[in-house]
């Protein structure tokens, strides 16, 4: 029987910073999610495991303000977002939080500097301030090196961590990660679990990765795991 998400330690809903309740999302016939129910506090490492076509991507982009679902309720930072209108809503996702997705969607004809810079531009960042976050989140996931680089140049675990800084460079409050180890080897799936876990301990960012790595969940705070798009705590 599955344990109750409050006995295995998951933050009361006052206390988190993402709370989602009895979400559900279908696309025609077909139900992706029933009654998705979760929290999540500042500077948790939440991981969610499961099988392929489980519901895990809609669901992370649900919490993303991506999508909206069908019913339910969904709280970021304090705001109910079903009350949001579209631009409020972007507004808010822009600053607060940060995607790393299982492919990385750079431009490939912008360098590495450039492309840091992107997520930046809605939020009218001025140049010279925009350039000293680039900077920071380089360094601070160590391609500080490759910032002059076209994506096509580096490696898959600098890309890894190219990503990485993207999500960073708005200073979001959530980080949310869609198999971010999926295409990296076992030496760079150790580096960019360390980088994350680094990054949550030392900003207080609270983390949401979807994942089929046991490493990566072995790691977590708290596992859920999805099945035919419902949750329950391993």
Same mark, same amino acid.
């Given at each position: ?11 009361? $809903? ?26 999540? %506090? ?9 099988? $392929? ?14 999508? @909206? ?60 301030? @925009? ?39 708005? @200073?979001?409050?959530?980080?949310? %990660? ?31 990765v979807v994942t089929h790595d046991e490493q990566v969940a072995a790691r977590a705070d708290r596992v859920l795991h999805m099945s ?7």
């Amino acid at each position: 029987m599955a344990k109750s998400m409050l006995a295995m330690g998951a933050p009361n $809903s006052l206390d988190a910073i993402l709370s989602a309740n009895k979400l559900a999302k279908s696309y025609g016939s077909t139900r992706i999610l029933s009654d998705a129910t979760l929290s999540v %506090a500042p500077g948790e490492f939440l991981a969610i495991v499961g099988p $392929s076509g489980s519901g895990k991507s809609t669901l992370l982009h649900i919490l993303g303000c991506v999508e @909206r679902p069908d019913a339910g309720d969904l709280t970021l930072n304090g705001q109910d977002l079903r009350r949001l209108r579209p631009a409020a809503l972007a507004n808010l996702r822009n600053r607060t939080l940060g995607f790393v997705f299982q492919f990385f969607y750079f431009e490939p004809h912008l360098t590495v500097a450039k492309n840091l810079e992107v997520p930046l531009m809605p939020l009218r960042v001025p140049p010279r301030d @925009r350039q000293t976050r680039v900077r920071a989140a380089a360094e601070l996931v160590g391609i500080a090196d490759q910032l002059r680089q076209k994506p096509a140049t580096l490696s898959g675990g600098q890309l890894q961590r190219a990503a990485i800084a993207r999500a960073l460079i708005n @200073r979001p409050k959530i980080l949310l %990660a869609d198999e971010p180890t999926g295409n990296l080897d076992r030496a760079n799936t150790e580096h960019i679990l360390d980088l994350l876990l680094r990054i949550k301990r030392e900003q207080h960012t609270a983390l949401i990765v979807v994942t089929h790595d046991e490493q990566v969940a072995a790691r977590a705070d708290r596992v859920l795991h999805m099945s035919d798009g419902r949750l329950t705590v391993c």
